[in-house]
């Protein structure tokens, strides 16, 4: 059997008055139990103090005291809502007459007991009394149990972002959340008694589809749950998705009491699952438009190119026209990008000295594709001047400028310095690409030959945008870099210089150190993990290092740090841009993927050369 412990909140409190010492000291004897707490007092006054400071459960008083007998103390006492309840039990000396008996309990006593007092008798009677103020406290200590967790309930309730709703067996509201206020823009008071058909919750065919689900949970074999997505609306008509989950109570016969309906508004949610959904559908075209024309590129370039060598220095080139184009565009979101900023960025892979070119034009914003055509005309253009043109000779020189008039972007590319160039420069895929661009965009392009040179002639259809949705400039942060990778010789050779790759894609790794070995390096080792590369950090003689921006899902700080400690030189190789590799390194070279075999040469032997002459 549990045992009872009395708590100082359950102790009971008896009330003893007597205007005699020795009559207490007597009831204290008789009455001790545990819990029990005897309140004495010598006077009628003096009890009615100690009743307004204690909660007592019974009084015993004496009937024949100075002033205030027990008689007029209890008749008081029957006045106050504080003290009228309180049982009386009245102990008297005097000689036992039906007349006082009965103005005791017309007084208010629930007994009347004789002096000398039989102990047995005052146990028990006052055992009952002391019983049932145990019993009040415990059920008065649960009920504000309850009522605190009650109000707890209400709180989470009311906080929650979900509506909960209470309808009665004929789908009234009896119940009704401040979430749901919050929700549907209805008041409680206004809602109480009115079904969501008077409250015009739904639109016809989601009210069918509640009704039916609602209906299906009265009948005899229903699981008492339900739940279904509707469009509801609130109190001004707004429409908004959500879920609603039903319950319902049934009585022992099985017949529905009460329903419970708890909704979730999933509007946020449904937004965001479409905008995912067209996401990935906007990057799989992507994805698959940059490989068909990667395709392509290949195809074509194979076609126009006679030797192996060849082939892979014109089409790294495209890739990596079409990757610089790619990371502007990434890097302004995809919203668009800046005409000025696309020519100098194609012109920054290294293939001519900048003194040798100058363009000038008007602030052009172009959506995405428009970007992607200019980015492989330039190219184009810069290459067949490398090959052919102007920038084949010392003496050669090119500029570019445009107009943007009525939508249409006129451009011009012109050079000289170079004489003949009719008959040596073939038409080749270079040229075809110029012309098919321009009419992807809904122009055209054609090139003339002068006696000194070329002028090729470019018109486009675009569609001007402001500047506000357009990203910023992604130039500034790259310049200093990017001429670091065009530095030549920057390095004596006295032994072969030991180069680390850590890049977890192996077909890239092998690249690269194909590429170092060709130019003299010597691959101290290949490591794939963050594990791998601290090792041989450790173990390894290492001039420079060549490390992916991040290795099997993880980030590389702490190969980036176990490097600059040993004050071994390294270059960022990475298909991340500056803005996503580790923040402590900013001094760092990038060297971005896809790559080209001199930017990849040239970033390595700057970075090694600026480690030597710090």
């Not at 008083?61 to 049982?87: C, H, K, S, W, Y």
């Not at 001429?483 to 390095?491: E, G, P, S, Y």
Request: glycine share 6%; hydrophobic share 45%.
């Amino acid at each position: 059997m549990k045992e009872y412990v009395m708590a100082d909140r359950d102790t009971v409190k008896f009330l003893i008055v007597d205007d005699l010492e020795e009559n207490l000291v007597a009831l204290e004897a008789l009455l001790p139990r545990d819990g029990l707490e005897l309140i004495r007092a010598t006077s009628g006054p003096q009890a009615l103090e100690l009743l307004l400071v204690h909660d007592i459960s019974l009084a015993l008083l004496d009937v024949q005291m100075p002033g205030m007998d027990g008689f007029e103390l209890a008749e008081v006492m029957r006045g106050p809502e504080r003290t009228r309840n309180i049982p009386i039990i009245f102990l008297t000396a005097l000689p036992a007459d039906e007349a006082r008996r009965f103005r005791g309990y017309e007084a208010g006593a629930v007994d009347y007991l004789q002096k000398p007092i039989d102990p047995i008798v005052l146990h028990n009677k006052t055992g009952v009394f002391f019983e049932l103020a145990r019993q009040r406290n415990s059920l008065r200590a649960h009920s504000t149990k309850l009522d605190q967790a009650l109000e707890l309930i209400q709180a989470h309730t009311d906080n929650s972002p979900m509506a909960f709703i209470q309808l009665d067996c004929q789908f009234r509201v009896t119940s009704w959340s401040r979430g749901a206020e919050r929700m549907l823009g209805w008041a409680a008071h206004n809602a109480m008694g009115r079904t969501f058909a008077e409250l015009d919750v739904f639109r016809p065919q989601d009210a069918e589809q509640f009704a039916s689900l609602a209906a299906s949970l009265v009948e005899d074999d229903a699981t008492g749950r339900g739940v279904c997505e509707l469009v509801a609306r609130d109190r001004k008509g707004t429409l908004f998705t959500a879920e609603w989950y039903l319950s319902a109570l049934y009585d022992a016969k099985g017949r529905l009491v009460s329903m419970s309906v708890q909704v979730l508004d999933v509007t946020g949610r449904k937004r965001a699952e479409e905008t995912q959904r067209l996401l990935i559908g906007e990057l799989n075209h992507r994805v698959k438009n940059t490989l068909a024309t990667v395709q392509a590129m290949a195809a074509h370039t194979l076609r126009f190119t006679g030797d192996p060598a060849s082939f892979a220095e014109t089409f790294g080139g495209r890739i990596q026209s079409m990757s610089r184009a790619h990371s502007m565009l990434s890097a302004a979101t995809w919203r668009g990008a800046k005409l000025h900023e696309i020519v100098a960025d194609q012109l920054r892979l290294g293939l001519i000295e900048e003194d040798r070119f100058t363009y000038a034009g008007p602030s052009v914003y172009l959506k995405p594709q428009e970007a992607l055509h200019i980015a492989m005309i330039v190219h184009e253009l810069t290459t067949n001047a490398v090959k052919y043109g102007a920038y084949s000779v010392a003496e050669g020189r090119a500029r570019l400028d445009w107009q943007l008039d009525a939508g249409l972007l006129y451009l011009r590319w012109v050079e000289e310095g170079k004489q003949r160039l009719a008959a040596k420069a073939p038409k080749g895929f270079g040229t075809t690409l110029i012309e098919q661009s321009a009419r992807a965009g809904g122009g055209s392009a054609h090139m003339t030959v002068a006696a000194n040179g070329i002028e090729w002639h470019i018109k486009l259809l675009i569609e001007d945008m402001p500047e506000s949705l357009v990203g910023q400039s992604t130039l500034a942060a790259g310049n200093e870099l990017d001429r670091i990778a065009v530095t030549r010789d920057a390095l004596p050779s006295k032994r072969p210089r030991r180069a680390l790759i850590i890049e977890d894609e192996p077909l890239v790794a092998l690249d690269i150190a194909t590429l170092l070995e060709t130019d003299g390096f010597e691959i101290a080792g290949i490591a794939a993990s963050i594990d791998e590369a601290l090792n041989m950090i450790s173990h390894v003689d290492v001039d420079v290092a060549l490390l992916d921006g991040n290795l099997r899902g993880q980030a590389v700080d702490a190969v980036a740090s176990a490097l600059q400690d040993k004050k071994i030189s390294f270059v960022f190789v990475s298909g991340y841009g500056r803005e996503n590799l580790p923040t402590r390194f900013a001094g760092v070279p990038v060297v971005a993927k896809p790559f080209s075999d001199q930017q990849l040469i040239e970033t390595t032997k700057s970075a090694m050369a600026a480690a030597m002459a710090t």
